[in-house]
């Protein structure tokens, strides 16, 4: 198509070779020697650790797609009561860390919860004369994770959605084709590689969950990690159950893009027109409201009234100097990891696309296996090299220019923005690879054809037509970076806290009217990006009112010429 430019292919590898340094850095400890704990976790535990893995993946991939892809269609293809608030508001419990919605739950619903409590007031009975299902459980677990962690795929199907013509669903229409016969073998097939994209990432984030699956007693590989290694001191074994993880990791990287194997689903159409919304009425209408109100309600509104309550009744001062800190540290450290994921994200689905090569499938397949790993795993990978890179520069400078700089990289910002990219690199990648697979091959013919280079190309097509998905890959990773923990735990720089740090802290230790001021604070600060990246992704669909401006002449705009 193009000519071959080398230097994109090797910038993607010299990405994909950062983002595996810390996977590397674990993979090589399995083979030094270790204090003989591996045997007895194969026999006793290793069965368990993955039983329950592939319980929890399998619940969660059918509660994201049902709560996820069902609401992301009503809101764009139908007219109900509320519709203009679900369609903001169902992305809402991506702010919220899936940590502090187990405590929650766990604190509401526990025998000497207010639940608990007013039942037996009401009824008289004692604990063991009724039955109420237990949210410490694996069914919990899958209930929390599903509400938590569908916004994935309702983001990237909703983007999909929007970006379907017209014409299309038309000419179904017009063939005798039902609403819900439209949706079943027109909508989801187009919007496929989105949904695939979006479950994938909720999976991943799954596996590397550890603060919900250790309060609730269960026993998954992340658990089983940190026994093993700050419990039982073996760092080898404990990098060997991550070994185990990453084979999870790289199967279900697989099995996303076997999947999508060689179909495409391009729009080819010019007429695109303003979507044009189904009115519900009656019962339908009350069904369309309660669908999407349970995963809203669930994963989002529920536990954010309770955590409201207990930070009006014995919370932290929510405008004193601390929490202002804590807010900016967030911020700042969340915008800058963000920007930073979505342009190195948009360089390695460009390169993949242009160059069509192995080397370039396999960097953006490296670069996106970091994020099921947990943060502290990825913190110990990246701490062990860059701490050898900073005793041997100090040392040099020492013996050839009297200089000791000491640790400059280990303890910084830097090297905590890079494990930040390392753990969510493939939240920007997934959904800038799905937003890539919605454009036709021919808009690159049509540029070649008027002597347009790829990087005109990149920047005069491409990125106007991906405004939307790389808008909502930022939010994402704004929102995760937001409400990360372990990877800032051990990586941040001294007396340098954030908000996560804090809600997890005070969480652990059973304050959590306390940990609900910091918990409310990252919600609040996710709503303003929910808020303009969800506009902005509606006015970025073509047919859009913010979207019909004048074109240029076809000289001008190769993206005209299809």
């Not at 910038?11 to 810390?22: K, Y």
């Not at 929650?104 to 039942?119: C, K, M, N, R, S």
């Not at 229409?173 to 949706?183: I, M, V």
Request: aromatic residues 10%.
């Amino acid at each position: 198509m193009f000519k071959r430019i080398p230097w994109l292919t090797g910038a993607a590898l010299v990405i994909a070779v950062l983002v595996a340094v810390p996977i590397l850095s674990v993979i090589w400890s399995i083979f030094q020697p270790g204090q003989g704990n591996w045997p007895h976790l194969v026999e006793t535990v290793l069965p368990q650790y993955i039983a329950n893995s592939l319980i929890l993946m399998a619940g969660v991939t059918v509660g994201v797609v049902v709560f996820g892809v069902g609401p992301a269609w009503l809101v764009v293809m139908c007219q109900f009561p509320g519709r203009r608030i679900f369609e903001w508001a169902l992305i809402l419990p991506l702010a919220v860390p899936a940590y502090v919605v187990a405590y929650v739950y766990t604190d509401f619903l526990q025998a000497a919860g207010p639940v608990q409590t007013l039942i037996r007031d009401l009824t008289g009975w004692t604990v063991q004369e009724y039955w109420f299902p237990q949210i410490r459980s694996l069914g919990g677990a899958i209930v929390i994770f599903s509400a938590v962690l569908m916004p994935y795929t309702y983001l990237l199907a909703r983007t999909a959605f929007l970006e379907q013509s017209v014409c299309v669903l038309d000419a179904a229409s017009t063939l005798g084709r039902s609403h819900w016969n439209r949706f079943r073998t027109i909508a989801i097939p187009l919007a496929r590689p989105a949904i695939v994209a979006g479950t994938a990432l909720a999976l991943m984030e799954t596996l590397a969950d550890f603060g919900t699956v250790a309060h609730f007693g269960i026993s998954t590989f992340t658990t089983g990690i940190y026994r093993t290694w700050f419990s039982m001191g073996d760092r080898v074994a404990a990098a060997q159950l991550s070994s185990i993880l990453l084979a999870f990791v790289f199967a279900l990287l697989l099995l996303e893009r076997y999947s999508r194997h060689k179909a495409r689903f391009y729009q080819t159409s010019r007429r695109y027109q303003q979507l044009k919304a189904s009115r519900l009425h009656g019962l339908t209408a009350c069904g369309a409201v309660v669908f999407c109100a349970i995963p809203l309600v669930v994963g989002f509104l529920a536990p954010f009234l309770i955590l409201l309550w207990m930070a009006l009744t014995a919370g932290h001062d929510l405008f004193g100097a601390r929490y202002i800190e804590l807010t900016g540290n967030s911020v700042v450290l969340a915008g800058v990891a963000a920007v930073l994921a979505v342009a190195l994200a948009l360089l390695l689905s460009y390169a993949a696309r242009i160059e069509k090569s192995r080397l370039t499938m396999g960097a953006n397949l490296v670069a996106g296996m970091g994020y099921a790993i947990p943060g502290s795993i990825i913190a110990v990978g990246i701490l062990i090299p860059v701490a050898t890179f900073d005793n041997a520069l100090s040392a040099w400078l020492e013996a050839n220019f009297g200089i000791k700089t000491g640790l400059l990289l280990t303890g910084g910002i830097a090297a905590l923005i890079f494990a930040y990219l390392v753990r969510f690199m493939a939240v920007a990648l997934q959904t800038v690879q799905s937003s890539f697979t919605k454009i036709t091959p021919n808009m690159e013919d049509a540029s070649r054809t008027l002597g347009h280079g790829p990087i005109f190309t990149g920047v005069r097509v491409h990125l106007p037509i991906l405004s939307g998905g790389m808008l909502t890959a930022g939010l994402i990773v704004f929102v995760d970076v937001m409400k990360e923990l372990p990877a800032t735990l051990i990586m941040r720089p001294f007396n340098f806290d954030t908000l996560a740090i804090q809600a997890y802290n005070l969480a652990k230790d059973e304050r959590l009217t306390q940990a609900a001021t910091p918990s409310l604070v990252i919600v609040a600060c996710g709503l303003v990006p929910v808020l303009i990246v969800s506009r902005a992704i509606m006015r970025s669909r073509p047919g859009s009112k913010a979207a019909r401006r004048p074109r240029a002449p076809a000289s001008a705009n190769p993206a005209a010429v299809t």
